[in-house]
T-cell receptor, first 113, second 109 residues
Framework: DADVTQTPRNRITKTGKRIMLECSQT?????MYWYRQDPGLGLRLIYY???????NKGEISDGYSVSRQAQAKFSLSLESAIPNQTALYFC????????????FGEGSRLTVL | GIQVEQSPPDLILQEGANSTLRCNFS?????LQWFHQNPWGQLINLFY???GTKQNGRLSATTVATERYSLLYISSSQTTDSGVYFC???????????FGKGTRLSVIA
């Protein structure tokens, strides 16, 4: 089983629908992140959390919200999806401190029609 | 501001050729990683290398922190090496890693 698990892996939805992407990790890491990747482009940070009570906006947080339900779970919500939120979404985790690797989930491909 | 620049942006290689990908960063770093995104979109950890040299099979990486760059070497390239290679840098423990824009590698048979 993957250490960082994202669900769903693929989702097609319609404009205006609420969508939740979930991430869970078994690595025991404190820090969790949500990234967005558009076709042919790099990774952009949406939100990140250093622990259950610490949530921070990234560079493109508008239109998104997050919830850190537990140390191991970090979910991303699109309250009212729009077509330009069609993208590949990645969850990632890292342990606290200056060192330690960032580990990604397998990605969630979202299409908003 | 804080910057991570990768070069070249695109690279096409014949199978069996060698290549060097570069990552320049604008400040001292605590953490540097190389990732490979395969054609199916998965992001795979290649190296965690804030300084020094590491090797894993046909791939190796070197980071010269004092000169603010890291190099990823791919030898005897194979078609399965195709994809995008990202460099990511941690400048401070309380900030997220900063990603470069990637180098897109295409290895043709």
């Amino acid at each position: 089983d993957a250490d960082v698990t994202q669900t769903p892996r693929n989702r097609i939805t319609k404009t205006g629908k609420r969508i939740m992407l979930e991430c869970s990790q078994t690595k025991g890491h404190d820090r969790m992140y949500w990234y967005r990747q558009d076709p042919g482009l790099g990774l952009r940070l949406i939100y990140y959390s250093f622990d259950v009570k610490d949530i921070n906006k990234g560079e493109i947080s508008d239109g998104y919200s997050v919830s850190r339900q537990a140390q191991a779970k970090f979910s991303l919500s699109l309250e009212s999806a729009i077509p330009n939120q069609t993208a590949l979404y990645f969850c990632a985790t890292r342990r606290t401190g200056d060192t330690g690797e960032l580990f990604f989930g397998e990605g969630s491909r979202l299409t908003v029609l | 501001g804080i910057q991570v620049e990768q070069s070249p942006p695109d690279l096409i290689l014949q199978e069996g050729a060698n290549s060097t990908l570069r990552c320049n960063f604008s400040d001292s770093v605590n953490n540097l990683q190389w990732f490979h995104q395969n054609p199916w979109g998965q992001l795979i950890n290649l190296f965690y290398i804030p300084s020094g040299t590491k090797q894993n099979g046909r791939l190796s990486a070197t980071t010269v922190a004092t000169e603010r760059y890291s190099l990823l070497y791919i030898s005897s390239s194979q078609t399965t090496d195709s994809g995008v290679y990202f460099c990511a840098v941690l400048f401070s423990g309380n900030t997220p890693l900063v990603f470069g824009k990637g180098t897109r590698l295409s290895v043709i048979a």
